[in-house]
DNA sequence: GCTTGACCTCAAGTTGACTTGAAGTGGCAG
DNA sequence: CTGCCACTTCAAGTCAACTTGAGGTCAAGC
């Protein structure tokens, strides 16, 4: 216990060995040594693995989040870029719930097409100023999940 | 006027006449003709690519925006894939929430390492239990912009 | 001692949405 | 008529974050 082999840590972190391999090449993680050939990681990986995820699920890059763990010698983590990030993820927002509302619009929306519908010509004209254009953060598509 | 040359609709849609060709050969438009070889397109190109824009910006892919076209024939757009669509934002935006006052948190926490403070430890069991995975809609990094 | 199979490495492939580059064409100003 | 150069095509490259595959190693159970 407390020693874990790197199928465990998949098994418990959710993340697949191959990327696990992958981050540690990244030198988003590190093992505490081999038995052999074999990686074996102490019990701080799992918080590792959830401040990857974490990081991940705010729109840091892997190159972001590396550089964060480096620079950790540093008195904490980096308020600035965390809060930059937060007002980030503020405007990210504004923008999809102005999408939202537009999709909403366009699906209720009585107007015999939807291209007659001022509402919905407004939006669009939105849409093609840039308005809805990524900041550094963006939509993306093709979760991997079910394998 | 009113025919427009491909260097014509860049400039105005602001989409590069690499990706309106791209566009073209994905079936996404069509130009009305050629003058020599080269492509001439009618304004309702422009609310195409408005419409276009705005499919990417809701988080759908290029296939999808096609789909949506060529069915564009039926009734209306498709309401009940544009609802969808937008219940699915409002679950990214829920998350994205999350994480914003995670961030936020983790940025004003005074607690002496983040690992210590109680919220943050919740948001990153949260993050390790893949509560912010995505949907099917997610964050992205790396966004063309500048050139 | 031998087999098994989970683990290893390293290179190459995948996905989506484009961009870039090389090589060719042809409309139009002069 | 000529030359320029914006346009064309088609193949290949890019980016991020992984995954996959081939070929190899070795700890453990029988």
Redesign the pocket.
Same mark, same amino acid.
Request: charged fraction near 45%; hydrophobic fraction near 20%.
């Given at each position: 216990m407390s020693v874990l082999?790197?199928?465990e840590v998949a098994r418990r972190s959710g993340v697949?060995? &191959?990327?696990l #391999?992958?981050y540690e090449e990244r030198g988003l993680i590190a093992s505490i040594g081999r @038995?052999? %050939? @074999? #990686?074996l990681f102490g019990p701080a990986i799992l918080d590792r693995l959830a401040l990857i995820s974490l990081g991940?699920a705010a729109g840091f &890059? %892997?190159?972001e989040i590396a550089a964060m763990f480096t620079a950790e010698h540093a008195p904490q983590f980096d308020r600035t870029a965390l809060s930059a990030k937060a007002n980030e993820i503020d405007h990210t927002i504004a923008r999809l719930a102005a999408m939202r509302d537009g999709l909403r619009h366009a699906a209720a929306c009585r107007a015999p097409s939807h291209m007659e519908c001022p509402t919905f010509r407004r939006i669009l004209k939105a849409a093609a100023s840039g308005a809805f254009e990524p900041p550094t953060l963006a939509l993306r #598509?093709?979760g991997?999940s079910a #394998?």
């Open positions: 082999d790197i199928s697949p060995a &191959s990327t #391999r992958y @038995r052999g %050939l @074999r #990686r991940r &890059s %892997l190159d #598509r093709g991997r #394998r």
